[in-house]
């Protein structure tokens, strides 16, 4: 796992200062989620998927 400065998780501060942030009104709120989801998404694009073995890729 990543550690930050002075030894303390990257991940768990980067959670609490997510939950640190109020919005203001519902349209700041909204984009705080889409923020979310767009993260969400890129996760998804990046994941490893395994591939279907039983039909082999052709034409390396």
């Keep these: 796992m990543t550690k930050a400065k002075g030894g303390l998780d990257k991940n768990l501060s980067n ?5 640190d942030v109020e919005p ?7 984009q705080l ?3 979310v989801n767009d993260r969400r998404h890129q996760a998804e694009i990046n994941h490893d998927h395994t591939s279907d073995l039983s039909t082999p890729k052709t034409g390396d």
């Design 33 to 35: 989620q889409q923020d």
């Design 24 to 30: 203001v009104n519902s349209h700041h709120a909204q």
């Design 15 to 19: 959670v609490v200062e997510d939950l």
